[in-house]
């Protein structure tokens, strides 16, 4: 289709990149960049605008040197945020679509974290992983720089972004979003917050560069998952700060990660409340094939991985590598009784470590912390506890 007046009010480019249909009742078709409607896919309707989305893939490209950004493979966003933004603002008809933002793989993506973080809110399945187009069923990784050094800006060479010059969240749009949700949107502490949702982050490393330490960063932040899902797979962390903190109930699953200690304040940490109503938590804790390991700069306030609460708790085949200072808050892998919760359903709660290897440094000069520590008080009203150190091996210790 050649891009007139007659039907496009936004023209682009050579023939055909229409970005703007003049009719609001038209639907222009996002792969086509035509007026001819939806055939497959989904509208989303962006002002008095309405687009097609043919699947639930949005396509990111920092290094794309295209005019238009749309999201689609040919034309990608050149930022996360648009990606996140658009699900948040235009994909709220149906929570239960699936949603993947695909990165094209070795590219560096800034998240400019206190400026435009990244939200998701109430999806039953969205995930952040990375592309290809020379090998698409292996894609290697991508990073992502989480920044509040620098600040977000109109990219270079945009002509066209489907989110506008300076996209932003509609409030309006997270109906029924509840005050602490509000309060962990808001705060300037997270680059991730995961609002009840099944959120997927996989095949992306991460760095981070702050203009001020402040030691309650963490880069993900999820918040009343309840039976929801959050899993980590196939990534490196090598930041100051937090990776993730969960202060209310989650499933979590996390393998084949890696987690440089050298500026940990907090690896995985879990400082779990439970449900007043009830007083009961039911949570699975699954961390399979992680490599902690590094040299050590700041004190940790959370612990390598620290859980403090009634959901059950692995690590397996991992590897704990680095060492913990005397003056650490906490130590390199934790389990507490949780002082705000007592369950009283009696459920056995099972803490288990096997088949992991603890190795710090024969090299290391001072008066080291090291091991795996389980602490639950008497008065902690389960105490149908398993509780199983197996098949492990300690060296240089």
Known sequence: MTCTTATCASCYGAAGQCTTCTDDAAINDLENLDCDGCTSGFTITIGSKKYCRENGKIYVNPDSTKTLELGTMTYPYKTLESAFIEVWNHWTDDLTREVEILVMENTFNYVYYQDKPLHIFKRDSFKLTTYSTANPTTPARAKIHVTNAKSWATQTGTKFNLMGNNPAYDDAKAVGIEGDETKARTSSWY?????????????????NELKLKDDDYAFINPIN??????????????????????????QFTSTFVEIDTENLVGGYVFVISC????????????????????????????????????????????????????????????????????????????????????????????????GFIVSFLEWYPRHNMNIRFNNNRIENI
């Open 191 to 207: 680059a991730i917050v995961v609002i009840r949702s099944n959120f997927i982050f996989e095949n992306i490393d991460v760095t």
């Open 225 to 250: 998952l309840g039976a929801k899902k959050l899993e980590i797979h196939k990534s490196n962390f090598k930041m100051y700060g937090t990776v993730m903190v969960a202060f209310t109930t989650l």
């Open 275 to 370: 449900d007043p109503a009830t007083d009961v938590v039911v949570g699975e804790v699954l961390i399979d094939n992680l490599r902690l390991d590094g040299k050590r700069v700041e004190l940790f306030k959370y612990g390598g991985i620290y859980m403090t609460g009634p959901q059950n708790f692995t690590i397996q085949n991992s590897y704990i590598g680095s060492y913990g200072f005397m003056f650490d808050a906490k130590q390199l892998t934790r389990a507490d009784s949780p002082l705000n919760c007592k369950p009283d359903d009696d459920v056995q709660q099972n803490i288990i470590m096997e088949n992991t290897v603890y190795n710090m440094s024969s090299t290391f000069q001072g008066t080291p912390h090291h």
